[in-house]
């Protein structure tokens, strides 16, 4: 079933929106790829053909013994329960999933020698109300939902947890977006917008949609993680663009894309939610020379193309 010359890795979430990606990439660089995911949330169609699929919640005790049987030379963890409001409302599933879930996988990647652990997790969460913008990853951290707080001990469960011989790679990324990105209640607000444009449906805005999010391309995102596996050493790097850019403008952008003529509708700000987010990007520029090359403007468009294309091959 699993090559033996080909190195090994693993993607926890590989079904889901960036573990998928990150899958993508991780296979053309020549990895036998084992992606882990009980496709709660993801979808066995992002799974990518050449990749095998284990259907495990990640918080079952059975992923370390098959983690610990595949042995992977690299991990990259993205498996996680991801929305702020579902945090808020079941903090004890949020946890499960996002700290119990990283636990096993640790433990998994102790037992099978693997030499790079990748921990996909979240800057703005993380971060809180910022003290100051753009966020650096020196930044204090002050979780304000359930959701950062679980990232954050998940990441303090890795730095514990693993042994020096482990590299581990800590990627925190601002606000996601692009194609294969759910447009439910657990999805990023790109994704919702958008859907809701192509079928002619209201828009809502939760508050008065000046609040400032710091949009990054899926794609630009797969390269920062999969340029953090060969790390030579450990290290902790926000993943983002440094831009913020507000709700509002998000959705006019939107609207003129897809052809959308109505006005949002503004409902209650939500509990958990961070008024401005925004990160810096300078390690990132100078430990991986890496930079976002998708534009706004540009990723919106791919991500709203994506839709009639998903349409059509479902």
Known sequence: MFSTTQPRAVVTGGAGFIGSHIADRLIELGYDVLVVDDLSTGSRANVPQAAHLEDLDVADPAVERLLGQWRPAVIVHCAAQVSVASS???PARDARSNVLGTIGTVRAAVAGECQSFVYVTTGGALY????????????????????????????????????ETTRRVVRRLANVYGPRQRSDGEGGVVAIFAERMRRGQPVEIHGDGLQ????VYVSDVADAVVAAVNASRSTTVNIATGRAVS??????????????SERPAFVAARA??????RLAIDRAAHELGWAPRTRLEAGLAETYASLSLRERTQ
């Not at 400032?212 to 949009?215: A, Y």
């Open 272 to 277: 958990g939610d961070v008024r401005h987010s």
């Open 212 to 215: 400032t999010r710091d949009f």
């Open 247 to 260: 709700v509002l403008d998000l959705f006019a952008a939107l609207a003129s894309i897809a052809g959308y």
């Open 88 to 90: 808020v409302l079941d």
């Open 128 to 163: 809180g109300q910022p003290r100051y913008v753009p966020c650096d990853e020196e930044h204090p951290i002050e979780p304000i939902s359930p959701y950062g707080l679980s990232k954050w001990t998940g990441e303090r469960y890795l730095d514990l947890l693993a042994p």
